[in-house]
């Protein structure tokens, strides 16, 4: 028989009571207002998103990496797992307790990715430091942009006005990207009409599905030219 869940700590957010859930020594949940945002046994698909969104930057030096969306620090490892000694990570997280999860009990999950000498954290939404990257227009913009939001792309999503899957959202994305930057995204399900916008803004488009059988979850890869 299955241990029940503990709750580890819990903190009311506009969007419902956030809770970090533990029921054996590497089994989390990490759930809002009822919903599981992330199961640490489950995670195939965050690792891919950092090692893929940032496979172009392998052994360049001084790369600069934007992640939206700490969570358990599962996309953050395999971003960092990619990258050279001096390059930086800045980490968009909206709540502050989650970081102080990552650097407590879900630390053993990614070898306390949060504490690396390369990530800095920022606490606020990831869309203010991508506008801010995008009107620098020089060396404030990124080499990849990786977005592991617990509300991915969908065709309910609204085409123009979404803060992170519009079209305006995507041009502010393409504007604070270098050129050949990536922009990857996790999503729970394929969106093709996600694929179509990030095509009209000028990036070349691939998908990926980790895994085998079950749930897979979609790992969406926008890269701009040189």
């Known amino acids: 028989m299955a241990q029940p869940w503990k709750v580890i700590e819990s903190v009311a957010t506009a969007d419902g009571t956030l809770e970090l859930r533990q029921r054996g020594e ?31 930057l392998k052994g ?10 700490l969570g358990m620090g599962c996309t953050l490892r395999g971003v960092l797992d990619t990258l050279t000694a001096d390059a930086q ?28 000498c390369r990530v800095m954290l920022e606490i606020c939404d990831v869309t203010t430091l991508i506008r801010s990257a995008a009107a620098s227009g020089g060396a404030a913009r990124f080499d990849a942009i990786v977005l592991d939001l617990y509300r991915g792309p969908h065709a309910r999503t609204d085409r123009v006005r979404d803060p992170f899957y519009g079209s305006r959202a995507i041009e502010s994305m393409r504007k604070a990207l270098l050129p050949g930057g990536v922009l990857a995204v996790w ?40």
């Open 187 to 226: 999503g729970e399900n394929y969106d093709e009409g996600y694929v179509q916008r990030l095509r009209g803004a000028g990036f070349t488009v691939a998908t990926e599905r980790p895994g085998r059988g079950g749930l897979r979850h979609v790992v969406f890869l926008a890269r701009l030219p040189r």
């Open 26 to 56: 590497r089994d989390f949940l990490i759930v809002i207002g009822g919903q599981v945002l992330m199961n640490s046994l489950a995670n195939r698909s965050e690792i891919v998103l950092g090692q893929h969104g940032c496979a172009h």
């Open 89 to 116: 990570v800045v980490v968009a997280e909206l709540n502050p307790v989650v970081p102080e999860w990552c650097r407590g009990p879900l630390a053993l999950l990614t070898d306390s990715a949060i504490t690396d």
């Open 60 to 69: 360049r030096t001084g790369a600069r990496v934007l992640v939206g969306g």
